[in-house]
């Protein structure tokens, strides 16, 4: 109970990740357990015998997975003295490069 209370937002986010963890764990172990092949297969393709839509929603979670990961790292880095300033300087570089390319198209 204590622990919604924290940092709010935060703390759903981390909960959506778990539940994003366990879908992943649940279509891998229904992928497992009805025969189909591995989804470890690098392949241009899906692998024949796994249904289209089973392997669309593990790619799809995946996706959703490690965008989540990488900008809940981004938000945990933001605490940090060091970590901090630095991505503050990086967002400021990257808005002024975007300004500059706006202007730079326009002429």
Do not use: H
């Not at 241009?44 to 929603?57: D, I, M, R, S, T």
């Not at 979670?61 to 990086?90: D, H, K």
């Amino acid at each position: 109970r204590d622990y919604f209370t924290l940092a709010g937002w935060i703390n759903y986010w981390d909960l959506q990740i778990s539940f994003t963890w366990i879908i992943l764990l649940g279509v891998r172990l229904c992928s497992y357990f009805l025969g189909y092949e591995r989804f470890a297969i690098p392949e241009e393709k899906p692998p024949q015998n796994v249904p289209w839509a089973v392997y669309q929603l593990y790619n799809f979670f995946w996706a959703i997975q490690a965008a989540s990961l990488s900008t809940r790292s981004l938000v945990l880095f933001q605490t940090s003295e060091y970590f901090g300033v630095l991505l503050r300087m990086i967002t400021r570089i990257i808005v002024e490069l975007t300004r500059f390319l706006f202007v730079l198209s326009v002429i």
